[in-house]
């Protein structure tokens, strides 16, 4: 902001000049002078007897800043309005009285304006009238508005710019101690006429108060849609005649930190702008504007001498920064641009695990969790991470994707890092995943099974859910016959051989793939000890049997079922061989591009221990089908043996 002396010199009072008085006189008869009125002069005797407001009281020149110069006045705080100060040492008119002078604006200062700036004051009383706006279609409005007396108080929005100063110059020497003021006035074109060119401001014939008060307008600012001012020469003397051409202004992005290759600041920076207005008569940059994607264009008043400006940015985000510079005679640079590119903040992610299936949050299997992650307008999301609490490395998700497969009650640590490196603060997600079925053991008599038994046979169950939700149930059957819910211990009465199959389930429906195991009831022979050939156990054999087991979530994949990993595992009694295959419905089989719903198939054998195991291995046709699609799919797994013996098992396969 300009600066301006405000102290007062105390002068000697001394002969008026009538000359200079004269000289003034005839200074009136300028073309074009709208002033008609010495209202501001210094304590020269010169000029202080040149004060013509009634009774020849003039404002202190010696306070007010230079004229004939372009400011924005210091001690207004209401606004940064510019305007064109008159000539203030006292020689010349500076004020005009309300005598209903046109003012035609000069031809590159016509344009659409939005608002007129008036600045002026009031002698003897608040005085005003009524001025003319003229268009350059012919069409024209008024405006009527009031200053307040000099030394009186305005009423918003009516504002003190220039002033209060310590008193007034008088023509009969020194100074009075009147506080008086010049006021801003700001009048709105109306919407009638909104973007039409204005050409002349009519003053108004004279102070519509009458009597003894005297309406005067010191400077006259019109300002543009783009908050562009103009500041209009009242006098018709043109500081700068040979100043045609605009301004340019550069721009430096300060940072305390290097930005990324493409630009990504970490950090808040600042723009500094340096405008220069070259060319001998040149009036000099004046104004320096920016706005921020288009939005409002903030304006700073400069001085000519040191046109510069540091503006501070802290936005997030990618944002265009635009800048111009504007002469001391109204010159304006098209706007330029800057990119500024600002991410200081964190990415913020949200875990999405679906709909729980189980009572108190369970989860039947593995949990898909979704982690949307996001940055706002920042850099964008480099990583999502996720951990069980405890386990000391990070698994990066697949697409923002987590798997939470083990048992129990899970607290599962996540966070987001974008590409500047910003790393969220840790968050938690509880999840309860019970994926297996519990676990059966058979008590026979209290005690560990045995093949053989002499005597009275009992069995009961024991479970176990581990750190599942919770067994809810045991059922048995007898050599194949019905399955019955176990609920006391159950006696086995007549002699012979039994398979005795158990499973059970947990309350989120998790069922064991049945367990099975045989023995032989005897009843002892009382009296001397048969013979040895009637001392064997019995020859009956129990009824065939063969279950899958269950497999490990390992082998589940793609990759091993391609790669012959595929391994299934059987429990069987009194079958020599099974045949297992792996099958999917015919709408998979038609997304895979297969003819076959078939992926593959293989016998085998049931060993000495009741148990076999075979690993499954698809056809060529069928593994490049497999690595070529990249999704999870369904499928069916099944056994069948001779005595009509079945189990199949539904599998999901993961990509």
Known sequence: MPSWNVGLRKVVAATLVAASASAVVASSAQAGNLFTTIGITNTNPETRANGQIRGGWTFPGQEMPPGNTRIVPANDASDDVP????????????????????????????KAYTRLHFFGTSADGTGGGTYTLRFADGTSETATFNFPDWCG?????????????????????????????????????????????????????STSQGGNVQAYLMSLTAETSAAVYETFDLSAQDQFPNDKASPTTTAEIVS?????????????????????????????????????????????????????????????????????????????????????????????????????????????????????????????????EWKYAGDADWQTTTNGVGVIDRTGTNVVEFRSTDFLGNVEATKTLELKVD??????????????????????????????????????????????????????????????????????????????????????????????????????????????????????????????????????????????????????????????KLKSATLAKRTVACGGEGRGSVALKPSATVKRALLRYKRSFEATLKLSAPGQVKDDAELTIRK
Request: charged share 15%.
């Open 256 to 384: 305390a930190t290097q930005p990324t290759a493409d630009g990504w600041y970490q950090n808040a920076i600042s723009v500094k702008l340096a405008g220069t207005d070259p060319g001998d008569g040149s009036a000099g940059v004046e104004q320096l504007q920016y706005r921020i994607d288009g939005g409002t264009t903030t304006t700073t008043i400069v001085t000519r001498d040191t046109a510069t400006l540091t503006v501070p940015v802290n936005l997030e985000g990618p944002h265009v920064f635009e800048y111009r510079s504007i002469d001391g005679v109204g010159n304006t640079e098209p706007f330029k641009s800057v990119a500024v590119r600002i991410d200081r903040s964190a990415p913020t992610t949200t875990p999405l695990p679906g709909t729980a299936y189980g009572a108190d949050g369970w989860y039947d299997g593995p949990v898909a969790v979704n982690f949307l992650a996001g940055d706002g307008a920042g850099s964008g999301i480099a990583k999502t």
């Open 83 to 110: 305007l064109l100060l008159p000539d203030t040492t006292g020689n010349r008119l500076n004020l005009a009285a309300y005598r209903g002078q046109p003012f035609t604006i000069k031809a590159d200062q016509q």
């Open 435 to 592: 994926a297996k079925a519990p676990v059966t053991t058979l008590l026979v008599n209290g005690g560990v099974p045995a093949a053989t038994y002499p005597g009275a046979v009992s069995f009961e169950f024991t479970r176990d859910d581990g750190a599942g939700i919770g067994a809810a149930g045991t059922e048995y059957r007898i050599n194949g016959g019905n399955w019955t819910e176990f609920t006391v211990p159950v006696g086995l009465a007549a002699d012979g051989a039994y398979r005795i199959d158990f499973r059970s389930w947990d309350t989120l429906g998790n069922v064991e793939r049945y367990q099975s195991h045989t023995l032989t009831k005897t009843t002892p022979v009382a009296g001397p000890t048969p013979p040895a050939q009637n001392t064997a156990p019995s020859t009956q054999k129990p009824a065939p049997f063969a279950a899958l087991e269950e497999m490990p979530s390992r082998l589940l994949t793609r990759s091993a079922l391609r790669n012959g990993r595929f391994v299934v595992s059987i429990s069987c009694q009194s079958v020599d061989k099974s045949t297992i295959s792996l099958t999917v419905s015919k709408a998979t089989a038609k997304q895979l």
């Open 153 to 205: 108080n305005p009423t918003a929005p009516t504002h003190i710019a220039l002033g209060r100063f310590t008193g007034r110059n008088t023509t009969s020497g020194g100074m009075d101690g009147a506080t008086c003021a010049f006021f801003h006035v700001t009048v709105n074109i109306s919407a009638a006429n909104a973007g039409k060119t204005l050409t002349t401001i009519v003053m108004p014939p």
